[in-house]
C-alpha cells in the first residue's frame, strides 16, 4: 500500500489501529522515554535480586516489519521485577526492557510487558540485545554469587523520545535544567523565564543584546607558593597570591596556553611576598613597571591585571613597582 486511505480519524471511515500508529509516528520519530523522569530503573528497598521500574511513558516504535507505526506505553505506578539468581562463577548483565506483543505481526499476545532478560555468565559478559518492539530502560550488572543488587549495579539505558514535528527554536524546558534555545529557520523567538535568575550554561554568544542589572562574579584561584605559571581557566579569574617569600609569576606560551586575544588575569599580592609577573621564553611582557619585562607588585594588596593584546604579547597595569 503506498498511500494509507482513509486519512486518520475521518468522521466516516474505518481505521486500521496501525494507521492511527503511524499518524503516533509523525509526532513520536524515535523510541524513547517521554518526560526525563519516565521508567528509570532503580535498586529495590531493602536491596535484594531485584530492581524497581517507576512510573511514566515511553514511544515504542514496532521493529518487526516495517510501517507499524509507535506504540504508547505507560505505566502508572512503580513495578518490581525479579532478577534470576546470580551464577555462582562468573558474572553477567542482564536487560531491563518494556516489549511490545502484538498477535497481529507475531506470537500469541497482545500486551506490553516488563521483562528482564538474563545475560550470559562469562569472565568478560556482555549485555543481551534488546529484543524487537522494545525500549531498552537498563543493565544490570550481576556479579558472581551475588545476592542484592545496589545502584551502583545499575546502568541507565534510557533515551528521550525525538519528535517528527517543526519544533521551531525551543528545543526542551526541564525543570531544574533550564532552557536550550536554537535558532532553527526563524527567528529566535521571545521567551519568558518567571525567575529572578536565568543561568544559560555551556558556550552563549550574545550580541548587540541589552542586559539588565547584569552581575559578573570573579572565580578565586587561590596560590599560595613561591612559583605559579597561570593556566587557561585563569582568563577571567582573580589569582591570589600569598606567600611570605618572593612569588615568581609565568605567562607561557601561546602554544602552550591557547589564551585567546583580550584574556585578562587579574593577580593580587595577598602576602608580604612580593609578586613578579614574567613571559616564559617567547612571551613579551610590556608595562609601566621599572623593569618593563618582569612587573612587580608595589605593596601587600597591591593588585595587577595581565591582558594578551595579541599572540604572545601581553600588558600588565596595575600597581605597579
Known amino acids: ?25 509523525a509526532i513520536f520519530a524515535t523510541t524513547g522515554i517521554i518526560n526525563s523522569s519516565s521508567l528509570a530503573v532503580s535498586a529495590n528497598s531493602p536491596a535484594g535480586m531485584s530492581v524497581v521500574v517507576a512510573s511514566g511513558w515511553a514511544a515504542i516504535v514496532g521493529t518487526t516489519q516495517a510501517n507499524m507505526g509507535v506504540y504508547t506505553v505507560y505505566n502508572d505506578a512503580s513495578t518490581t521485577l525479579t532478577i534470576t539468581t546470580a551464577d555462582p562463577t562468573n558474572p553477567r548483565i542482564d536487560r531491563v526492557v518494556a516489549t511490545v506483543q502484538d ?7 497482545n500486551d506490553v510487558i ?24 537498563a543493565t544490570v550488572a550481576v556479579g558472581a554469587a551475588v545476592t542484592q543488587i545496589n545502584s ?26 533550564g532552557i536550550t534555545v536554537t535558532n532553527g529557520t526563524g527567528p529566535i523567538p521571545t521567551v519568558a523565564i ?16 541589552s542586559l539588565t542589572s547584569p552581575k559578573v562574579n570573579l572565580g578565586i584561584n587561590t ?9 587557561l581557566d585563569d582568563n577571567g579569574k582573580l589569582v591570589t597570591l600569598s606567600n611570605a617569600a618572593a612569588i615568581a609569576v609565568t605567562i607561557p606560551l601561546n602554544s602552550s596556553v591557547a589564551y585567546p586575544i583580550g584574556a585578562q588575569i587579574n ?26 619585562a618582569t612587573p612587580k607588585t608595589r605593596a601587600q594588596y597591591s593588585t595587577l591585571t595581565a591582558v594578551q593584546t595579541s599572540t604572545d604579547n601581553w600588558l600588565v597595569m596595575g600597581d605597579i613597582s
Do not use: C
Open 267 to 292: 593577580m593580587v599580592q595577598l602576602g608580604a611576598g612580593q609578586v613578579t609577573v614574567a613571559g616564559a621564553g617567547g612571551v613579551t611582557v610590556v608595562s609601566t613597571g621599572a623593569t618593563a
Open 194 to 209: 518567571d525567575s529572578t535568575v536565568a543561568t544559560l550554561t555551556g558556550s552563549q554568544t550574545l550580541t548587540n543584546k
Open 103 to 109: 498477535a497481529y505481526y507475531s506470537g500469541a499476545f
Open 114 to 137: 516488563f521483562q528482564v532478560i538474563a545475560g550470559t555468565p562469562a569472565g568478560s559478559p556482555v549485555a543481551p540485545a534488546t529484543p524487537a518492539n522494545s525500549i531498552s530502560l
Open 152 to 177: 551502583g549495579n545499575i546502568t541507565d539505558t534510557r533515551v528521550s523520545v525525538t519528535t517528527n514535528l517543526p519544533v521551531g527554536d525551543l528545543t526542551e524546558v526541564a525543570a531544574g535544567t
Open 223 to 231: 596560590q599560595t607558593g613561591t612559583t605559579y605559571t597561570t593556566v
Open 1 to 25: 500500500m503506498a498511500l494509507r486511505t482513509p486519512p486518520s480519524w475521518l468522521q466516516n471511515g474505518s481505521h486500521p489501529a496501525e494507521n492511527d500508529r503511524l499518524s503516533m509516528q
